[in-house]
């Protein structure tokens, strides 16, 4: 699934060749005139393309190497898809904890805890979902097991992170279970 965008202010011409070749781009694009732009609400997963910087606004890429490959335009635009995406991931506020998806890290005042990527995976997921979730979706969604076995490795995953965690950093209801699932306590 694509979650990037990338809006293309007045370059009516650029926006045509990415029509044309859009099933061979992997982000969603738009062309945006300046009523349009000011209209826009801009997502933190959207980039802007533009043939010089608009003041006051983040996420530019400043087209103005003229003539350039569309291979290379394409190659440029895609490592800042890829910038963006490191830096949005380098300081996630989860309660009164810091994480550091890239490096997979959690932070609190002075103490740091290693996390696993599968830890780091279920906690943003717990996060996001806003409700308890239920072991079933996490093992489909975080951990990618569709089976309908028995299985006790997500409980034991959990257990063993919840015990990282109050080890650490002495917080047994970071993660809370209850009769609907997992959730992240968001009461700190």
Do not use: C
Request: positive net charge; glycine residues 2%.
């Amino acid at each position: 699934m694509n979650n990037h965008n990338l809006v293309i202010y007045q370059l009516d011409e650029l926006y045509n060749i990415f029509a044309e070749i859009n099933k061979d781009i992997n982000f969603s694009f738009e062309k945006s005139d300046q009523h349009q732009l000011s209209n826009l609400s801009l997502k933190s997963n959207t980039l802007i393309l533009t043939k010089k910087e608009i003041p006051g606004l983040n996420n530019q890429i400043i087209f103005d190497k003229f003539p350039t490959s569309i291979f290379k335009l394409l190659e440029r635009i895609n490592i800042e898809f890829i910038k963006k995406n490191f830096h949005d991931q380098s300081e996630i506020l989860i309660g009164n904890y810091s994480f550091n998806i890239n490096s997979r890290e959690m932070f609190l005042k002075n103490n740091k805890l290693k996390l696993t990527e599968k830890e780091i995976g279920s906690i943003i997921y717990l996060f996001k979902a806003n409700k308890p979730v239920r072991i079933q979706e996490l093992q489909s969604e975080v951990w990618g097991y569709q089976s309908q076995l028995e299985t006790h490795t997500v409980e034991t995953h959990v257990y063993r992170l919840r015990k990282k965690i109050l080890k650490v950093f002495k917080d047994d209801n970071f993660i809370i279970s209850n009769d609907n699932g997992y959730e992240i306590n968001k009461k700190k």
